[in-house]
T-cell receptor, first 116, second 113 residues
């Protein structure tokens, strides 16, 4: 594909509702990252996949957050029982090799989540 | 704790001027630095990077300077254009192959035509 795509672009959820955010990385990219970006702040790391393996989930803020990448391409970030503090932009990024390399990460446009 | 930060939250310049965006970092173990541009409603876009064994790197209209002595990074944009208006983030990654960049807070660059 031309770049990283994410859907939906905007999501409004009622507090307590579950949401699922999708990321389509660049075709063939090995590494996939999820970030959370609060308004006016830089992105903060959530989790990292190398192919289908979730190698790091140290940034996930609580056990309500869950991410998967079952076939090593598309990834889904799920947030259960959403709370107002989950409101943020969720960014996905991919890179072509293992994340151990100092390599460019290509970001998607993000999903803006608003929890009411 | 270790952190990456920016000196100026907002920078306003006239079209055609040169812009300088600054960044201070405190993790002396960092050996790779990246500048990103983020336009409204979009994800961060890679601009230029630099490794700690360099002190200057040039791209198209952009130059990154690294001063390891004072742990300072800057992004220079020549002949700034209205299309350069965006938020600019510096990010650092530590030695040892960590894949997790730490982003600073960001500087908003406003270019007036």
């Amino acid at each position: 594909g031309a770049g990283v795509s994410q859907s939906p672009r905007y999501k409004v959820a009622k507090r307590g509702q579950d949401v699922a955010l999708r990321c389509d990385p660049i075709s063939g990219h090995v590494s996939l990252f999820w970030y959370q970006q609060a308004l006016g702040q830089g992105p903060e790391f959530l989790t990292y996949f190398q192919n289908e393996a979730q190698l790091d989930k140290s940034g996930l803020p609580s056990d309500r957050f869950f991410a998967e990448r079952p076939e090593g391409s598309v990834s889904t970030l799920k947030i259960q029982r959403t709370q107002q503090e989950d409101s943020a932009v969720y960014l996905c990024a991919s890179s072509s090799r293992s994340g151990l390399y100092q390599e460019t990460q290509y970001f998607g446009p993000g999903t803006r989540l608003l929890v009411l | 704790g270790e952190s990456v930060g920016l000196h100026l939250p907002t920078l306003s310049v006239q079209e055609g001027d040169n812009s300088i965006i600054n960044c201070a970092y405190s993790n002396s173990a960092s050996d790779y630095f990246i500048w990103y541009k983020q336009e409204s409603g979009k994800g961060p876009q890679f601009i230029i990077d630099i490794r700690s064994n360099m002190d200057k790197r040039q791209g198209q209209r952009v130059t990154v300077l690294l001063n390891k002595t004072v742990k300072h990074l800057s992004l220079q944009i020549a002949a700034t254009q209205p299309g350069d208006s965006a938020v600019y983030f510096c990010a650092e990654r530590p030695t040892g192959g960590s894949y997790i960049p730490t982003f600073g807070r960001g500087t908003s660059l406003i270019v007036h035509p």
